[in-house]
């Protein structure tokens, strides 16, 4: 996956992560933006 792409859907966990107030969702939310930036090459 490049870069750009992975950056676009983190994008959508971000806007994703600001609308909720639920732990755990935005526990979530953050890990699957790490693990996109990891098969991005971006950790």
């Known amino acids: 996956m490049s ?3 992975a950056n ?3 994008r ?3 806007a994703a992560w600001t ?3 639920d732990v755990e969702a935005r526990e979530e939310f953050h890990r699957l933006a790490n693990e ?3 098969v991005s090459g971006q950790m």
Do not use: A, E
């Open 19 to 21: 609308s909720t107030k």
């Open 36 to 38: 996109l930036r990891k």
């Open 12 to 14: 959508f966990l971000s």
């Open 8 to 10: 676009k859907i983190i």
């Open 3 to 5: 870069p750009d792409d």
